[in-house]
């Protein structure tokens, strides 16, 4: 299960915008969606109107919707949760998804995330991957879940997986906090990216590489543009380049054509 909720856990709706891809590419089908009337308040979160194809007006409500992918060639069944953080009742809300990964038998709960941190745009966004399940933590080589403070519908959901002894893992990606006023893509194909090596699972980029590239270069003209924020990112370069220089190890390098390979595989037409 692959999770990933609007609001307060969505940075430039860089989670949300990852399962999003999935549901398209992986053509989903909708299988549950949560009465929003106990989470949700409607004056902060309006429905909307809106037609559809045969002109039909109609009425969405905001709430939290459950999707059954089977990506191809995998064997494995995938449910992608597409929600939007409740306004209230959130221990409720919880146990109707546990209900959900009780019923489904999920082996593995993953939720998405994304936070604005002082990151430079032109630089790979960060992704990290942590859990609370020692034995995962471990076995994958994860961040152990070191944060302390306030967290969101996405804390509190793994939380209670762990609790009840299922899996989960989170992972969120860093958006650079001055540029956060749009969706960045270059994020949720990041965190797309994480989600493959983990789980050695095929995922078909399909436009999501063009749309980070269009991200990328209005990013780099706002810096142009813009003297004191040219400064500030070049700030943040050298401080990233100083105390976070990947190498480039013969494992890395490995993983990273193994990836490209199943990619390319999974992107060819029949």
Same mark, same amino acid.
């Given at each position: 299960?692959?999770?990933?909720?609007?609001?307060?856990?969505?940075a430039a709706e860089a989670a949300t915008g990852a399962v999003d891809h999935l549901i398209e590419e992986w053509d989903a089908e909708?299988?549950?969606?949560?009465?929003?009337?106990?989470? @949700?308040?409607?004056? =902060?979160?309006?429905?909307?109107?809106?037609?559809?194809?045969?002109?039909?007006?109609?009425?969405?409500?905001?709430?939290?919707?459950? @999707?059954?992918?089977?990506?191809?060639?995998?064997?494995?069944?995938?449910?992608?949760?597409?929600?939007?953080?409740?306004?209230?009742?959130?221990?409720?809300?919880?146990?109707?998804?546990?209900?959900?990964?009780?019923? #489904?038998?999920?082996?593995?709960?993953?939720?998405?995330?994304a936070l604005l941190a002082d990151s430079p745009h032109t630089r790979p966004i960060p992704v990290t991957a942590s859990s609370s399940d020692p034995e995962l933590t471990a076995s994958w080589?994860?961040?152990?879940? #070191? @944060?302390?403070?306030?967290?969101?519908?996405?804390?509190?959901?793994?939380?209670?997986?762990?609790?009840?002894?299922?899996?989960? =893992?989170?992972?969120?990606?860093?958006?650079?906090?001055?540029?956060?006023?749009?969706?960045?893509?270059?994020?949720?194909?990041?965190?797309?990216?994480?989600?493959?090596?983990?789980?050695?699972?095929?995922?078909?980029?399909?436009?999501?590489?063009?749309?980070?590239?269009?991200?990328?270069?209005?990013?780099?003209?706002? #810096?142009?543009?813009?003297?004191?924020?040219?400064? @500030? =990112?070049? #700030?943040?370069?050298?401080?990233?380049?100083?105390?976070?220089?990947?190498?480039?190890?013969?494992?890395?390098?490995?993983?990273?054509?193994?990836?490209?390979?199943?990619?390319?595989?999974?992107?060819?037409?029949?």
């Open positions: 299960m692959i999770a990933a909720f609007e609001g307060w856990n969505d909708l299988v549950l969606a949560i009465d929003p009337e106990d989470y @949700y308040d409607f004056q =902060v979160k309006r429905p909307e109107v809106e037609f559809d194809d045969e002109g039909v007006r109609r009425l969405t409500w905001p709430t939290t919707r459950i @999707y059954l992918a089977r990506p191809d060639d995998t064997g494995r069944d995938v449910l992608l949760i597409r929600g939007i953080e409740p306004n209230m009742r959130w221990r409720g809300f919880c146990r109707e998804l546990l209900e959900v990964v009780d019923e #489904s038998n999920a082996q593995l709960i993953v939720v998405l995330g080589s994860l961040e152990p879940s #070191s @944060y302390e403070g306030p967290t969101g519908i996405t804390g509190v959901f793994a939380d209670l997986c762990t609790s009840l002894g299922v899996p989960a =893992v989170s992972i969120w990606s860093a958006i650079p906090h001055y540029i956060a006023g749009t969706p960045c893509p270059k994020a949720s194909l990041a965190l797309l990216s994480k989600i493959e090596a983990l789980l050695d699972l095929p995922i078909p980029e399909g436009d999501l590489p063009e749309l980070a590239r269009a991200w990328q270069r209005g990013a780099d003209e706002l #810096s142009e543009e813009d003297p004191e924020v040219a400064e @500030y =990112v070049a #700030s943040l370069e050298e401080q990233r380049d100083t105390t976070d220089l990947p190498e480039a190890s013969g494992d890395a390098i490995a993983a990273e054509f193994e990836r490209y390979l199943r990619r390319r595989n999974t992107d060819r037409p029949e």
